[in-house]
């Protein structure tokens, strides 16, 4: 027998806390059953509940005040000039992928694919080197974020084969797209 005092959505809760929740994750039918009791909790809190039920996740998103201030319950995360950048080309990506395959559901992307497209960003630099030595961990980053996730385990790493999760969409919107392309255009 279960703890009465305790909410029958407190997993999800838990969950959320933890991350974004996803459609296969074992809370995605409870989410979706509380809802709007789980969106009152965190609107209490200062946090708004974003549910993409098309896309099948869910996240925690700090609401701002009229001066950009949060009560600070979520700790916003620097991300390097190489994050940033891959950040963009997945999302960028996912947004080419959306418009030339209407077949497929998810974007499914390699190791070496990624390598090849932030390659181009540092042809003939002295960085090159440094950022393809990297890229594991650039992409454990990726992975870390929730912005990508790994399928299977390949022989040799090259082969590595990535979803490229949509909340990307959600985290970087079309306006932090173009800001952080212009920060980037500066930074270079």
Known sequence: MGNPDLLPYAVSIIRLLQGPVYSEDKCWEELLLYRWEIMAHWRQLGLELIV?????YAFLHQVEDDNKNTIGLIKRIAMTYEQTLMCVLLREWLDEFEVKDTDNRNLYVTHRQCRERIEM???GSPNEVKLVKNLDSLIKDMLGFGFLKK?????????????????????ITADKL???????????
């Open 151 to 171: 399928f299977g385990e390949p022989e040799n790493q090259e082969d590595a084969r990535y979803e490229v999760r949509r909340i990307i969409k959600s985290r």
């Open 52 to 56: 993409e039920e098309k896309d099948g």
């Open 178 to 188: 173009l800001e952080f392309k212009q920060n980037l255009e500066t930074y270079v």
């Open 121 to 123: 960003f540092f042809k």
